[in-house]
């Protein structure tokens, strides 16, 4: 099926385009790989007035990092991702998840910060950024706001952005010189969204884990920050005992849903056996780190 027609913009500046976004209100839409919005106009569950690509501007495609934190700008790919060396090691997650995102065609195009926005619950990105305890930059009218990934993903395809933002980049906190992490995604067949997947990150301090992040997918309404596993691995000993409580506490966050790709109990055993491993990963690379 064709779109709904609509008015095509391609600004050359974050002003240009925030102008846009003022002017047609919630009538606009943001485009940047267009691999989640045009599917969805073609099928016409989603018929914005007006569409602002912002390919055009130069500077959202930097994958840096700076002062002490990593940088994901808006236009920066999944394939970019995929084969940035910056990302291996203490980024690991971010490493693990790129490649398990659907196929090659659409990692070229597709953006992590348009996963972000698009907020499905089975985006692989919102796990591993989660674990990783990142935190998007919105731009708007007003000038610039930092928003946590936890209060960023409001429901299923909700956020925390207003019409007129649009998101400039994601930053990761420097996760220290021991740190590791990885991405576990069970799907039917290579290429398919998650039937669960699992992002896990550690970062050691003398041996104890000083911090972890725990993210999960398509067991939710949003993607699902495990807190009370995380905290319980916080000041920890990496031991067996504790990562398999920590694994059991991950099970209880998710919150699962019987339907064609497995029962609800399924998933939720898969969670607690994928953090598991996850963790025993995480704990190995950041020792190695
Ligand atoms: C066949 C197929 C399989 C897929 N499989 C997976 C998978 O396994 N795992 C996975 O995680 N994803 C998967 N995806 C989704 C894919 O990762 C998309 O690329 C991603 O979700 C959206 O990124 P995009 O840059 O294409 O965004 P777009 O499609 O351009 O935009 C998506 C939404 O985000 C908004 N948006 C985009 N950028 C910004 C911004 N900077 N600021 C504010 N709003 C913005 C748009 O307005 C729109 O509402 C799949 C997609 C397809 C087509």
Not at 19 to 32: F, I, N, Q, T, Y
């Amino acid at each position: 099926m064709y779109p709904v027609s609509f008015e095509y913009h391609a600004p050359t500046s974050l002003d240009e385009a925030l102008s846009m976004l003022e002017r047609h209100g919630d009538e606009a839409k943001v485009l940047a790989g267009g691999q989640s919005l045009i599917p969805l106009m073609k099928l016409r569950f989603a018929a914005p007035h007006a569409l602002v690509d912002i390919n055009r501007i130069e500077g959202l495609d930097g994958l840096v990092e700076e002062d002490g934190q990593l940088r994901i700008g808006a236009l920066v790919r999944h394939k970019t991702c995929e084969r940035s060396e910056l990302l291996r090691g203490r980024y690991g997650v971010l490493a693990d998840a790129a490649p398990q995102i659907s196929d090659p065609i659409v990692r070229n195009l597709g953006t992590v910060c348009g996963s972000l926005a698009h907020a499905d619950p089975q985006g692989d990105w919102g796990s591993a950024l989660l674990a990783i305890g990142a935190e998007v930059v919105a731009r708007g009218p007003g000038g610039e706001r930092t928003i946590t990934l936890e209060d960023f993903f409001q429901g299923p395809f909700m956020t925390a952005l207003e019409p007129t933002e649009l998101i400039e980049e994601v930053r990761v906190p420097d996760p220290g010189a021991r740190a590791g992490g990885t991405y576990l995604k069970l799907e039917r067949r290579v290429g398919d969204f998650a039937t669960v997947g699992v992002a896990v990150h550690v970062a050691l301090d003398n041996g104890t884990i000083a911090r972890a992040g725990i993210g999960l997918t398509g067991v939710g309404a949003t993607n699902v920050k495990a807190v009370d596993a995380e905290r319980a691995l916080a000041g920890a000993e990496p031991n067996e005992e504790a990562i398999r409580g920590a694994a059991r506490l991950a099970a209880e966050a998710a919150e699962p849903l019987d339907d064609v790709r497995g029962s609800a109990e399924y998933k939720r055993n898969v969670v607690r056996i994928f953090t598991e491993r996850g963790l025993r990963t995480a704990v190995e690379a950041a020792r190695a780190a």
